[in-house]
RNA sequence: GUGACUGUAGCGCAGUUGGUAGCGCACUGGAUUGUGAUUCCGGUGGUCGUGGGUUCGAGUCCCAUCAGUCACCCCA
């Protein structure tokens, strides 16, 4: 015990206990996201390290000290070593490939990834170094309506999942320019009260002075609520953008909070910005959050292009399903196999091989590893199978198998071999339309 | 990164002022020589996260370290 290699801090497995959960909510957002008309692509986990300071932000935490940086090797060729880094998120690079192979180049695309992103922060439940997000990014719509899409999807994937009491916030921070112009009028109003900052707040005022707007140091409070508002410094084509949103939403019947603190930490996003958060899961309560990155294509070389998407944290909400106790669909077989004795095993697994053939849906297990019937019958119960099979010597030689009944009251019955395929697709059947 | 709490069998936990470990579930054998889940009886399983220290003696006290959890920070 003492020696044994433990998983890297902050970096878990996922469990067969859990795995039927992850592929239940993976198949209902592969199968939403399809419908909407979105295509999947897929990047590398790495990347140049200077895609994510130009994406990301130079003085962001996600770039100044959690990134995975590691040194690419110098090949045969001889071509430098350069400074590579495992994906804190995933826009960039999928902005990156986009304008790599031409895609976002003048025309429309709805994209959708998935996969683990590295992120070197200190764990906490909801949080890890290792984590799962889908994203979805859209390219080349410069409207509302596809804010309101995508705000639209996540909210029905939230119906899909059977998921309660996650909110909606929805902000906007107006176009780059205004942006930049209301952060320096901040970082003014606050540089003229420095005495009156906490801790926290001082070190935001270079890093990200919108987010001081945010604290939860109630000796805040009263500096932040006489700050310039940043309602009144959008300028005039977000302010119409945003109330456009407005009315697409109430449209849908998709409530929502404005919330004139919500501020992304990311430094490509502009104009919309929206979050999913729940109260259930302490403080790691957004789940889903994104918005507008209009200027993001073109600062990382492409054509001006509008942008919109958002991430999801998976692990959060794999969490939020578990605690709101949310079902999952079973995974249990059908039926599970037990054979006595030499020539039961030798006709047995023929059997079972001849029924997997006729009913290609079967969710059917063989007992391997032997046992005598009261283990193998332990076996079949702890399976979570509906019904034995049971093959046995005595059964051999009648030519029939027996069918047992191990969910329900009925008796266990004897059907010849020939009936076998006939009467189990029958109970398939049955079994569906329950 | 800062602060706090926790770590005892596969899992969930108990262990008194220091006297070398126990319960439930799970697993396994039997009652039931070809039938599970229920019931009854028995059994396996722990260098007490790791490494040092104090002590005649440490699961218990001290230090360090690793991991998890909570809050902050940050974010999905």
């Given amino acids: 015990m003492a020696n044994n290699i433990q998983s890297i801090r902050g970096m878990h497995d996922i469990l067969p206990d859990s795995t039927p959960l992850w592929q239940h909510f ?40 959690e990134m ?51 992120r070197a922060e200190r764990p906490q439940k909801g949080r890890y170094r290792q984590f799962t997000q889908i994203g979805v990014e859209t390219f080349g719509f410069a409207g509302p309506d596809i804010d309101a899409e995508l705000i639209a999807i996540s909210a029905r994937l939230w ?30 109003y606050f540089s003229d009260q420095q005495e009156l900052l906490d801790e926290d707040s001082k070190r935001r005022l270079h890093t990200n002075p919108l987010r001081i707007l ?13 700050a310039p508002n940043l309602h009144e410094h959008l300028d005039t084509e977000s302010a119409e953008h945003f109330s456009q949103l407005q009315s697409l939403l109430d449209g849908m019947g998709i409530p929502y909070r404005l919330n004139p603190r919500l501020v ?30 209009d200027g993001l294509v073109e600062q990382l070389g492409g054509r001006p292009t509008p942008a919109c998407g958002f991430a999801m944290g998976v ?10 106790n949310i079902p999952t669909p079973a995974t249990a077989p059908d039926l599970f196999m037990i054979m006595a004795g030499d020539k039961a095993i030798q006709a047995g697994l023929g059997f079972a091989e001849q029924l997997r053939d006729n009913l290609p849906d079967l969710r059917l ?35 029939e198998i027996g069918l047992k009944p191990l969910r329900t009251k009925g008796e266990q019955i004897n059907l010849p071999f020939s009936s076998l395929t006939a009467h189990l697709s029958q109970l398939l059947e049955n079994a569906k339309q329950h």
């Fill in 315 to 324: 692990e959060r909400l794999i969490l939020l399903l578990e605690t709101q």
């Fill in 264 to 293: 992304r930490g990311l430094d490509y996003y502009s104009r919309t910005v929206f979050e999913w958060v729940t109260d259930e899961l302490g403080s790691q309560g957004t789940v889903c959050a994104g918005g507008r990155y």
């Fill in 159 to 188: 119906k899909q999942l059977g998921l309660r009491n996650i909110h909606l916030e929805i902000n906007s921070l107006g176009t780059l320019e205004a942006r930049q112009a209301y952060r320096q009028l901040l970082v003014d």
């Fill in 365 to 399: 297990v063989s007992n391997c590893g032997g046992g005598n019937f009261k283990t193998q019958m332990k076996r079949a119960d702890k399976s979570g199978a509906a019904f034995a099979l049971i093959l046995g010597e005595n059964e051999i030689e009648r030519g």
């Fill in 26 to 65: 993976e198949k209902i957002v592969r199968t939403l996201l399809g419908n909407y008309g979105y295509n999947e692509i897929r990047m590398p986990l790495v990347e140049q390290t200077d895609l994510f300071k130009r994406a990301v932000g130079e003085v962001t935490d996600i770039v100044e000290k």
């Fill in 68 to 118: 995975y940086i590691l040194e690419n090797r110098k090949d045969s060729e001889g071509s430098e070593p350069f400074s590579m880094a495992l994906r804190p998120e995933g826009t960039a690079g999928c902005v990156r490939a986009g304008i790599q192979a031409g895609l976002i180049f003048n025309q429309q695309q709805r994209l959708w990834y998935a996969g683990p992103m590295f």
């Fill in 214 to 226: 945010d604290s939860k140091n109630p000796a805040m409070r009263e500096l932040v609520a006489a």
